[in-house]
């Protein structure tokens, strides 16, 4: 039956509900069902108490959903909307009904639920099903409208075309939804067949054409077919934009690998643009044609000259799509052409730095720059890039990008930009210091050269010495480091009161909130135990030369310079000093002499620190005692850091701006390592919680915002494909805003914690070493001389591996700390759910890139929402610079959290993977 009233075959649906009256189950289908029927038969009573049913029974089993979360909500949801739109259905029925009662200008209500429904769509990523029930029914109402107003075309042609218009539009969207799941014919089946009329308005022609030629360029087979359909398009019946669109699509036909027609493609586009030489896509489908042949022949005699082409058209059709709508002569933003113009960003860029040798790339992005046609808020996302380029030749191309960027929108780029030239500040005096060395050498062999000829400029030895000279340059350091101060100063005088402001900012965030010595020496200890731990030796040989050079290393280091510190913090500096210079510096005769002895050395240490830093250390600091420069700061102007990283378009009216940072400074501790989280209250009433983290060498920062710009741009993909997005699969991308160079601001909220905190806990509870396992592997592998004994098969290997499993670390330890933790069984299966979805993309993730190194303290999650993120995500290199795996298994699903997900989560979360890869690699 559910099929019946779909095939518009009422009379069988009719007879099966009479036959099956009172054997139904009283549900919101069978309702549905009935309320189809009845209106079919302008039976508004029976009707209007069907719906009424329906919406009791959807209310009943709306109450029985959880509290929590909203996907279950949203079938319901659905189900609403049919209700709402049926009850809608019986007052057109009853306007359009008694037409002859009445006179031709009190349709009002007929209008305004027509007008209603084309607002009132699903969501473009809901089912194609559920798209097809509204859609449907609505157009079985559309017919009776046609019907009734079809003899009224004299008397008031307003009213003759409200069915016809309403249908037009429903039918193509259909078409276009269909082929947005990826389904091309359907999209032509549904918009050849489904509207069944011979008028339809320009515009929903113009669409039908639109929708039809895009479903056909998705199927390979039929290209000749689609190609036919638009040469046999009349199109005298269109304007100049749409014949200009209907070119293009022409083009794209004439350039598929089917047709292979590239001359007649660059042919069409060239009319199109005669046409309508404000059309952006096909300015860009030019530049992708041109940039495809320059691909296909880079070394050629025309490949400058296609590469030129290329970039002109980006360059216009960035421009057109990104104009205001004023500007452009278009009533409403094309957002599929600002799409796929802000897409073509990226090759733009790459073409400037690796193909750009004549410089025709550079011109043309020079001559947009300074006629300041293209928007500044499309570089938001490629800050990173464009500072990038100031080391290489480009520099002199992409600096009026970011003088641009600061003079319009300065906090957009100081954060990244301060970062960049502090960075670089040491490196390039030394670089000064060495070219200013070189060119007085070459001055003064210049100078014994002209003595030694008598003052004869032409002499051999004179003209090598200018040649040398002349080819001597700065550095690109130096050359990066005064870019990057030039446009620091251009931002500082066209902002003085808002630089001086940040700077004052991120000088009392750098300075005052980083860890105490003795947190930093906790941290310390506990890296040396874990390399103590990753040596290939047996504890029983001696410690390693490299390993007592770093020990005195820390001994210097940490008790040298620091005893004031500590002793101004009453840590009891001397006992503190005497007693770890005696237990761990190589020059004292209580040194260890074996590895084992060293590492229950600093295994003792780390324990007396820990204990020591929890009875001094409060779990939170007063802003006031910490840095009351910071407190009575005025950040009236300041914006939040990191609100451009998304690269959308920013204005004043959507600016989030600082009004205030919380008088609680929160200690966080993880993995022996202490953090200080500041709190900032925004204008938006939302608090954001920052993390200062302290100790990052400028390599490791740079990769991890790169990779939040990686997953950022995948969540673009991810969003675009209807599978993905119902299933709400994105990667989690805080924000990480650079402040120094070791330093930097990362978003996190309180209720992060590690994937190994669960383990400590569970060590914590049952007084267990949480290094048990790793003392007793080694133990297993062993060797009488101190080595690892050899295991060709693994089988030593997996022996101590079956002992930890069995002795030491059960499998349901992360789920008993999950069941702890959440309040009730609605937040355990809505963070299982998430968790799940998370675990699974950042497996894909980890496959896709090699990454390795995945140790249960890298893995972060949220207990309130289960989002995941996964510390120092950085690739490894070989020899050749390419990225390779030092891991056999290409992602962690450990035992624990296969015990957590259950055998039917780790299917679910495997199929998860289906839409993101297909998402990722269609795109």
Request: hydrophobic share 40%.
């Amino acid at each position: 039956m559910d099929c019946l009233w779909r095939l518009h075959d009422w009379e069988t649906l009719s007879a099966m509900l009479a036959q099956s009256q009172g054997q139904m189950e009283p549900a919101v289908s069978s309702c549905l069902l009935s309320a189809y029927a009845a209106l079919r038969e302008v039976n508004q009573e029976a009707a209007n108490t069907h719906i009424d049913k329906g919406f009791q029974y959807a209310l009943a089993k709306w109450w029985q959903l959880p509290d929590t979360g909203s996907a279950p909500q949203l079938a319901l949801l659905q189900v609403f909307q049919q209700l709402v739109e049926l009850r809608e259905s019986g007052r057109v029925l009853t306007d359009v009904m008694n037409q002859q009662q009445r006179s031709d200008q009190q349709y009002s209500d007929t209008k305004d639920i027509l007008e209603t429904w084309r607002l009132r769509t699903p969501n473009e990523w809901d089912g194609l099903v559920h798209w097809q029930d509204v859609l449907l029914w609505r157009n079985h109402i559309y017919n009776v409208v046609i019907g009734a107003f079809n003899s009224m075309q004299e008397i008031a042609p307003h009213l003759h075309q409200m069915g016809y218009r309403d249908k037009a539009w429903s039918v193509n969207k259909l078409g276009h939804i269909a082929y947005k799941h990826g389904c091309p014919d359907v999209c032509i089946t549904v918009i050849n067949n489904m509207y069944g009329y011979n008028a339809m308005e320009v515009q929903e022609a113009f669409v039908k054409i639109k929708e039809q030629a895009r479903a056909y360029l998705a199927l390979p087979l039929d290209l000749r077919a689609g190609l036919n359909m638009l040469n046999t398009t009349n199109l005298d019946y269109f304007a100049a934009h749409h014949q200009a669109e209907i070119f293009r699509l022409k083009a794209l036909f004439m350039a598929e690998p089917g047709m292979n027609d590239l001359d007649g493609a660059s042919s069409a586009l060239s009319t199109a643009l005669c046409l309508w030489r404000q059309c952006p896509d096909a300015w860009l489908s030019w530049g992708q044609l041109c940039d495809a042949r320059y691909e296909a022949d880079p070394a050629g005699p025309a490949s400058q000259q296609l590469l030129q082409y290329a970039a002109h058209c980006y360059v216009q059709g960035i421009k057109l799509s990104t104009a205001p709508l004023a500007a452009s002569g278009m009533k409403a933003r094309n957002e599929e052409a600002l799409q796929a113009s802000i897409d073509l960003l990226p090759r733009l860029l790459h073409l400037l730095s690796f193909d750009d040798r004549d410089g025709v790339v550079g011109e043309e992005l020079a001559r947009a720059v300074e006629e300041r046609s293209l928007p500044p808020w499309i570089w938001f996302m490629w800050i990173p890039q464009l500072l990038t380029s100031l080391t290489r030749p480009e520099t002199h191309r992409v600096k009026p990008i970011l003088k641009q960027l600061a003079e319009l929108h300065p906090q957009s780029i100081y954060y990244s930009l301060r970062t960049f030239v502090l960075g670089l500040r040491e490196a390039a005096q030394r670089a000064l210091q060495e070219y200013s060395k070189h060119r007085a050498g070459l001055e003064a062999a210049i100078s014994a050269a002209l003595a030694a000829a008598a003052g004869d400029e032409q002499s051999e030895s004179v003209r090598n010495a200018r040649a040398m000279l002349a080819a001597l340059s700065p550095s690109a350091d130096t050359t990066a480091f005064d870019g990057g101060k030039e446009v620091m100063e251009r931002l500082r005088s066209q902002h003085p009161v808002l630089g001086s402001t940040m700077e004052g900012l991120l000088a009392e965030v750098g300075s005052k909130f980083v860890p105490r010595p003795l947190e930093r020496l906790l941290a310390v200890v506990t890296a040396l135990l874990h390399r103590c731990y990753k040596l290939p030796v047996a504890n029983s040989s001696a410690v390693p030369d490299h390993m007592r050079r770093e020990m005195a290393g820390v001994c210097r280091a940490c008790f040298a310079s620091d005893t004031s510190k500590l002793q101004a913090r009453n840590m009891q500096p001397v006992e503190l000093r005497e007693g770890f210079l005696h237990d761990l510096n190589p020059e004292s005769p209580g040194f260890p002499h074996t590895l084992g002895e060293l590492a229950e050395r600093l295994k003792a240490w780390r324990n007396r620190l820990t204990t020591e830093l929890e009875a001094a250390m409060p779990h939170s600091l007063r802003l006031e005692e910490e840095c009351r420069a910071l407190q009575d700061i005025q950040l009236s102007e300041v914006e939040l850091p990191g609100q451009y990283l998304s690269g959308h378009e920013v204005t004043p009216d959507t600016s989030i701006y600082l009004e205030a940072i919380s008088s609680n400074v929160a200690i966080v501790r993880r993995s022996a390592s202490s953090f200080r989280r500041l709190s900032l209250i925004c204008s938006d009433g939302i608090t954001r919680h920052m993390l200062v983290q302290t100790g990052q060498n400028s390599t490791q920062g740079a990769a991890d915002e790169r990779m939040m710009q990686l997953l950022r741009l995948l969540n673009r993909l991810l969003e675009r494909s209807p599978e993905s997005r119902r299933r709400l699969l994105a990667w989690h991308t805080p924000i990480i805003v650079p402040v120094w160079p070791q330093v930097r601001l990362f978003e996190e909220e309180p209720s992060y914690c590690s994937y190994g905190e669960a383990y400590d806990i569970n060590c914590a509870r049952f007084g267990r070493e949480p290094d048990m396992p790793i003392a007793h592997f080694k133990k297993r592998l062993a060797a009488p001389d101190g080595n690892y004994d050899k295991d060709p098969d693994g089988s030593l290997r997996l022996g101590a591996f079956n002992e930890i499993c069995d002795k030491v670390v059960s499998e349901n330890i992360f789920s008993q700390y999950v069941y702890k933790t959440l309040p009730t069984c609605n937040h355990l299966w809505l963070f299982k759910k998430h968790f799940c979805s998370q675990m699974a993309l950042s497996g894909l993730l980890c496959y896709m890139l090699l990454l390795s190194g995945r140790s249960p303290s890298k893995i972060l999650f949220a207990k309130d929402s289960g989002r995941l993120f996964q510390l120092d995500l950085l690739p490894l290199y070989n020899d050749k610079g390419m990225v390779e795996r030092i891991e056999v298994v290409p992602y962690r699903l450990t035992r624990n959290l296969a015990t957590f997900f259950t055998a039917f989560g780790v299917e679910v979360g495997l199929l998860l993977l289906g839409p993101g890869v297909s998402a990722v690699g269609c795109c």
